[in-house]
């Protein structure tokens, strides 16, 4: 039942991605290639070994513990229990509006009802969009920095800006009051790992793009030790959930609010099936985080609910 080469290499196949992707990482570049990749492709050639030693009737209890642990490393298996809370917030990159108008922009925004509106890529386009926009959601908000942009119905205090290096956006701070008391919530897009230059043999740009977010990382880092009180990131982090950074960011900022109240693999960024827009927080606890049905960027909108933390 356990005897069969091609189940035992499958196991150790996934285990060996998923160890190399999760704690090597952006160290180096062939353990970044791992953490970046699609998980999806974990599974493909598990009904080859599912089938393989079912026929030979040799090694497929081994072949279905490697596809389970291939589906839970792809969020297939991932559900966690959810309640209602009392803040709500939402992320999305809206891809400057190319593939839609202000009016379902704002109808897309305002059904979600959220009280914090995270943007990114909200460089919008043509003209005059973010004049529709903000009139077709009044009561909020609305503060901005290079693309990105925050909104919200909670009372202002302040806001500030962060550059980013390596790429032409900033970070936008801003600072809300809830229930009495001050949130910093901190609007980012980090830059991309350019994956696909590998294929071309382009490793030095791979490595610059990937030195490039370690540098981001570093100011997301300082913001966060010099943010005292409630804390919240959110934003397009073109981070997977594994990786050095990913667990990095979680250190500063807190547990990532789709891991504790997410269910399924909560691709955000569909055509690759990936979830690279988060949302991290310390002093709130996500009660329940879901992606949003949408057709208006290549991007997919993340509401999380959240309590504050030790309240039921």
Do not use: C
Request: proline content about 6%; overall charge positive.
């Amino acid at each position: 039942m356990f005897r069969s080469r091609l189940a035992w290499f499958y196991l150790l196949f996934i285990v060996l991605i998923w160890g190399l992707g999760e704690f090597v990482g952006e160290r180096t570049l062939p353990t970044l290639l791992l953490a970046y990749a699609p998980t999806v492709l974990w599974l493909l050639p598990a009904p080859l070994a599912l089938l393989w030693t079912a026929l030979r009737k040799r090694g497929f209890a081994v072949a279905l513990v490697g596809t389970l642990l291939a589906a839970w490393g792809a969020g297939f298996l991932h559900w966690t229990p959810q309640q209602s809370g009392e803040l709500r917030v939402l992320d999305y990159n809206v891809n400057s509006g190319y593939k839609s108008t202000p009016e379902r922009m704002a109808a897309v925004l305002k059904n979600a009802d959220a009280d914090v509106i995270l943007l990114q890529e909200s460089n919008f386009q043509p003209p005059g969009y973010v004049k529709v926009l903000a009139a077709a959601l009044p009561g909020y908000t609305v503060r901005s920095a290079v693309e990105v942009m925050t909104l919200t119905r909670l009372p202002m205090l302040s806001s500030e800006t962060a550059d980013l290096p390596g790429n032409q956006r900033e970070v936008l701070l801003t600072r809300v009051q809830w229930r009495g008391q001050p949130l910093t919530v901190v609007n980012a897009h980090l830059g991309t790992v350019q994956v696909t230059a590998a294929l071309g043999g382009d490793f030095a740009y791979l490595q610059r793009t990937r030195d490039n977010r370690m540098a981001q990382m570093q100011v997301l880092k300082q913001i966060a030790t010099q943010s005292s009180g409630r804390l919240l990131l959110g934003g397009d982090l073109n981070t997977p959930p594994r990786g050095l950074i990913y667990r990095d960011l979680q250190k500063v900022f807190g547990p990532d609010a789709f891991a504790q109240a997410g269910r399924g693999p909560g691709w955000t960024f569909p055509s690759l099936r990936v979830r690279i827009d988060h949302q991290m927080a310390r002093g709130l606890t996500p009660t329940r985080a879901a992606v949003l049905p949408a057709e208006e960027s290549d991007h997919l909108p993340l509401v999380v609910e959240y309590r504050e933390r030790g309240t039921k």
